[in-house]
């Protein structure tokens, strides 16, 4: 499976401003999605990356509060806009499978506080 | 709407013995599954996948799917106090490879 490199790792925010978050994959992939996971919640999904084209938002989530960007097949980036204690979560990028199939494969996740 | 329903948990078994981990869906055309760990304050880790009815083992996980019943179990056999982790089932959705993942089921493995 592919290796993905996310940071940061962690960080405190203050509220009313935005943190970029990166995800780098270390070979080439077609979809990159971005998690949301609340505390003591599931995954949801807030949209898939998609190379050359606008992000494919969730509903609930859009782009003027989740811009994204994917310059290439191999790296993203999901900026927390404006932020405010609610979008304390843990952010998660993720890939699929490739070849092998669906599954989706993670990375290390950003733990994300907003104070 | 796709939805993956697990029960929550939490879910406390000795050392040694069987836990048993749920997930029911409501898409009858779903054709692939997932069962994925997440330790505490750790991303999730993909551990078992299956696609056809019946079971399908690895070690000391087993997978079981029942398409009719629209189900889709994780046995681990041995429990062991390093499986004490949130158990997400998850199934793809749509044409873009997207997952929906349940709530999650929290396996306590007590020594």
């Known amino acids: 499976s592919a290796v993905i490199s996310q940071k940061p790792s962690r960080d405190i925010c203050q509220r009313g401003t935005s943190l970029t978050i990166q995800c780098q994959v270390d ?5 990159m999605f971005w998690y949301r996971q609340q505390p003591g919640q599931s995954l949801t999904l807030i949209a898939t990356a998609n190379q ?3 992000a494919t938002y969730e509903s609930g989530f859009v782009i003027d509060k989740f811009p994204i960007s994917r310059p290439n097949l191999t790296f993203s980036t999901l900026t927390v806009s404006n932020m405010s204690p609610e979008d304390s979560s843990i952010y998660l990028c993720s890939v ?4 092998r199939g669906l599954e989706a494969f993670f990375g290390q996740g950003t733990r994300l506080t907003v104070v | 709407q796709k939805e993956v329903e697990q029960n929550s948990g939490p879910l406390s078994v000795p050392e040694g013995a069987i836990a048993s981990l749920n997930c029911t869906y409501s898409d009858r055309g779903s054709q692939s599954f997932f ?4 330790y505490s ?3 999730p880790e993909l551990i078992m996948s299956i696609y056809s009815n019946g079971d399908k ?3 000391r996980f087993t997978a079981q799917l029942n398409k009719a019943s629209q189900y889709v179990s994780l046995l681990i056999r041995d429990s062991q106090p390093s499986d004490s982790a949130t158990y997400l089932c998850a199934i793809p959705g749509g044409s873009n490879y997207k997952l929906t993942f349940g709530k999650g089921t929290l396996l306590t493995v007590n020594p």
């Open chain 1, 96 to 99: 699929d499978g490739g070849d």
């Open chain 2, 57 to 59: 083992e690895d070690g």
């Open chain 2, 41 to 43: 304050g750790k991303s």
């Open chain 1, 27 to 31: 070979s080439q992939v077609t979809m």
């Open chain 1, 52 to 54: 050359g084209s606008e």
């Open chain 2, 35 to 38: 069962w994925y760990r997440q």
